[in-house]
């Protein structure tokens, strides 16, 4: 089983990046999946979710209207696009796999600097 972050780096405020998670070893369209991200001292924090079909979207409230969570099951991808980035979006970001209500399988964190 892998899940593989990519598209991080660095950008300037006001900036986008599209961050992608590409799943293998395990049937990707049977699970939900998430984007976490942890900064520097803080607690890892959910930042978005989408269901196995991708009907069903749900972001934290300092990302709504800015970010977007999408997949592709046929390439059993999942991606965020992120837009408007400020400052404090500055964090490791991390994709999972979720069943059953449990995140089982976890990615090895993409970094994304926000700076000037």
């Known amino acids: 089983v892998q899940l593989v972050e990519s598209g991080g780096g660095l950008v300037q405020p006001g900036g986008s990046l599209r961050l992608s998670c590409a799943a293998s070893?395990?049937?990707?369209?049977?699970?939900?999946m998430r984007w976490y991200r942890q900064a520097p001292g803080q607690e890892r924090e959910l930042v978005a979710g989408?269901?196995?079909?991708?009907?069903?979207?749900n972001y934290a409230d300092s990302v709504k209207g800015r970010f977007t969570i999408s997949r592709d099951n046929a390439k059993n991808t999942v991606y965020l696009q992120m837009n408007s980035l400020k400052p404090e979006d500055t964090a490791v970001y991390y994709c999972?796999?979720?069943?059953?209500?449990?995140?089982?399988?976890w990615g090895q964190g993409t970094q994304v600097t926000v700076s000037s």
């Open positions: 989408i269901s196995t079909a991708g009907g069903v979207r």
């Open positions: 999972a796999a979720r069943s059953s209500a449990v995140d089982v399988y």
């Open positions: 070893g395990f049937t990707f369209s049977s699970y939900g």
